[in-house]
């Protein structure tokens, strides 16, 4: 686990880089066991679509820059490409977008991801205090995080009573607990994460300063998580 | 270990004066009136020799001229003179060494350097220092009052430790106008060597204090403090006020996750992960810190609420809602109280009373609950009324409190006129915890629980 992650960030660290790209923060985050999608680096088009093939349409694309970290803003997101036509087109776009908003930028290649089905959006974050050390963050997505501010943190490593008590003391917690008729959310799975999260700062503090994975789609009990897009800051 | 801190043998205090309004006569003073029994030595440079309260002392020009053991020297000299004494006290073999003076670490960068010196001093030496920039210590079992704060602080169990000075100082007071009984008093400054841990510690095994209230607003080392309080919390409740809910660190984070932190809710996360409640108020912190500092543990779940007034009984009923506490609903038990009440009182929980209630009414009812197994804490509440005067009823609940041994928690609060304040005095000087309204008194209880089952879940491993 930490090998191999470690191998992922020293790489990052040894082109002068602090921000990882979306693709190396979702290597280190599977590299600990947590849910990320089938999601490939295409370098050329022919990748593009041979991936996309495999993956099987419709399929997202992400163009991976470490000079464009805020990707919808440079508009590099392109989602529900159901072609081959489609993608080829979409391929020429993104580059031209990317160009457009960062004329330096250095371009990684396209990540080819599967479309995912949309689930309760959480967040997962870490950041370090100069006092405490690391801390990791806790909330439901879109307005709870951005306007309600509803989150909670606890200090870095965390236990499962700690990864729970994070779950169900946010003021959210109803809506992944199944209000209103809805199923309850699969809140085993952002345990998990939690944990693994915790376990993946406690092994490289060194390394990481903050950690963004956000969103997070929550599916119902039993059917899982998964991380949709995730940043890294390394220490310098 | 901190016993000289607390305990000391011998005090010297260097920068004594004879003069009203200094600091080195205000510790000097308070130290002869509160009582201290171990030898006290004035230290200043002039010598001679000088009376306080009728009592003469010889002055020390220096610690080194004292010819006996020092175990504590309490240094109130200007700043620039500090680094020699202490020096001396050093050469001397002090054990522990308050520094009131201020003048460091809080000026700046230059300060900090001379901070710092002054730890390398003492570790040289295996000294402690206290502070700098603090207004003493106080250790009631011993009579111990090196402070210029208020001299008559009430012994009790609670510690109270302050980073602030001023208003540590004005927390000695309140805490007497209040009927808050405190073990000690410490001014922790700029923390240089001793810091809240160390002294989470010491209260930790220390026999005289039950509770600890630390007024803070920030530590250096983080980690440390979790691990000392989680331990210390295992053991006996702390409280904190933590101060300075800025947004600091937030504006230079790059991510998303350090934008929303802030130091304050990584405070707030240590804190709840070491079994240390956080309090938002001074008020809050000591209503907690009564019952916290006096009560046992309660042995299950079950909260019973006697009342006089329906008024009052559902205000209870609603903060006990509200802070989740659970009060007990099983009939059958409960109609055991239908004997302290007319046939129009009622008997569910809360337990009214009625405006007729008596003494003779409160007597049975307290008694029956305390009595009862299944009835595992105790509030009662009370209105004044021309039936019965309020410090009658704080001499009941004080007599059937101590007959049944205090062996679950009991809260009071009576709303009224001067005598239910001097009743709430009377309650509170007894080790009852008594408020002047009863969702305070309902609070502090849940306090409590909230307490006592953050250790049961911390034992279990």
Redesign the interface.
């Known amino acids: 686990m930490k090998g191999e992650a470690l191998k992922i960030i020293e790489e990052v660290l040894a082109q002068g880089r602090t921000?990882m790209v979306e693709y190396e923060a979702k290597q280190v985050l599977k590299a600990y066991g947590l849910p990320v999608p089938e999601e490939k680096l295409a370098k050329t088009l022919d990748e593009a679509l041979k991936y996309a093939e495999e993956i099987g349409y419709p399929v997202a694309m992400k163009l991976m820059s470490p000079q464009i970290l805020h990707k919808s803003d440079a508009k590099v997101v392109m989602l529900n490409i159901k072609s081959p036509e489609e993608l080829k087109k979409k391929w020429e776009e993104i580059h031209e977008n990317a160009r457009k908003y960062r004329p330096d930028a250095e371009i990684f290649g396209v990540l080819i991801a599967p479309m995912l089905k949309p689930g309760r959006e959480v967040?997962i974050?870490?950041?370090?205090?100069?006092?405490?050390?690391h801390?990791i963050?806790f909330?439901l997505g879109g307005i709870f995080?951005e306007i309600l501010?509803d989150?909670?943190?606890?200090?870095i490593p965390?236990t499962e009573?700690?990864a729970r008590?994070m779950i169900t003391e946010i003021k959210a917690y109803p809506i992944l607990a199944g209000a209103r008729g809805e199923e309850p959310a699969d809140i085993e799975a952002i345990v998990d994460m939690l944990l693994k999260v915790s376990k993946l700062v406690d092994d490289l503090k060194d390394y990481i300063?903050?950690?963004?994975l956000?969103p997070v789609f929550v599916y119902r009990k039993g059917e899982g998580a998964v991380v949709v897009d995730a940043?890294i800051?390394l220490k310098g | 270990s901190l016993e000289a801190l607390f305990n000391p043998k011998s005090v010297a205090v260097i920068g004594a004066s004879a003069k009203p309004g200094k600091i080195g006569y205000a510790i000097m003073k308070n130290l002869i009136e509160y009582g201290y029994e171990g030898k006290i030595y004035p230290v200043n440079i002039k010598g001679g020799e000088i009376e306080i309260n009728g009592r003469k002392f010889k002055v020390y020009k220096s610690v080194l001229e004292i010819p006996d053991e020092v175990d504590m020297a309490v240094i109130v000299v200007p700043a620039k003179f500090v680094p020699q004494v202490l020096e001396e006290c050093g050469q001397k073999g002090v054990k522990v060494v308050p520094i009131i003076s201020s003048g460091f670490g809080e000026l700046g960068e230059e300060g900090k350097k001379v901070e710092q010196q002054l730890v390398e001093t003492a570790r040289k030496y295996g000294m402690r220092i206290l502070g700098p920039n603090i207004f003493g210590v106080v250790y009631t079992p011993a009579k111990l009052n090196a402070t210029f704060g208020p001299t008559d602080v009430l012994p009790g169990p609670l510690a109270l430790i302050s980073q602030s000075g001023a208003l540590g100082i004005a927390l000695m007071g309140w805490t007497i106008l209040e009927k808050i009984g405190l073990s000690a008093v410490v001014s922790v400054g700029n923390k240089a060597d001793i810091d809240d841990a160390d002294l989470l510690e010491f209260f930790k095994d220390d026999e005289n204090t039950r509770a600890i209230l630390i007024y803070m607003e920030?530590?250096?080392?983080?980690?440390r403090f979790?691990e000392v309080a989680k331990e210390v919390s295992k053991k006996k409740p702390i409280i904190v006020i933590k101060a300075g809910r800025s947004e600091r660190?937030a504006k230079a984070?790059?991510?998303?996750?350090?934008s929303?932190?802030g130091?304050d809710?990584?405070?707030?996360?240590?804190f709840?992960?070491s079994g240390v409640l956080r309090a938002y108020t001074i008020g809050e912190a000591f209503d907690w810190a009564r019952a916290l500092s006096n009560l046992p543990e309660p042995q299950g779940d079950n909260v019973v609420i006697i009342t006089n007034g329906g008024g009052i009984g559902v205000m209870a009923t609603d903060a006990a809602e509200e802070e989740g506490l659970h009060l007990y609903d099983n009939l059958e038990e409960l109609k055991i109280f239908a004997n302290h009440m007319p046939p129009f009182g009622s008997y569910k929980n809360p337990v009214d009373l009625t405006g007729m209630a008596d003494g003779k009414s409160y007597e049975g009812a307290i008694r029956d609950a305390l009595a009862h197994p299944e009835m595992h804490s105790i509030a009662v509440l009370y209105c004044q009324t021309a039936v019965l005067d309020p410090r009658e009823l704080a001499e009941i609940v004080i007599r059937e409190y101590n007959e049944s041994g205090r062996k679950k928690p009991l809260v009071v609060a009576i709303v009224g006129g001067i005598e239910a304040k001097e009743a709430i005095d009377m309650l509170n000087e007894n080790g009852i915890p008594a408020y002047p309204e009863p969702e305070r008194a309902i609070k502090a209880l849940s306090a409590l629980y909230k307490w006592s089952k953050w250790k049961a879940?911390h034992k279990e491993k």
């Open positions: 921000a967040i974050g870490v950041t370090e205090d100069p006092q405490f050390g801390a963050m909330g995080v501010k989150v909670t943190f606890r200090i965390i009573k700690d008590k300063k903050e950690m963004d956000n940043r800051i | 920030g530590v250096k080392d983080g980690r979790m660190g984070a790059a991510s998303h996750t350090g929303l932190a130091s809710k990584v405070y707030s996360a240590a709840k992960q879940k």
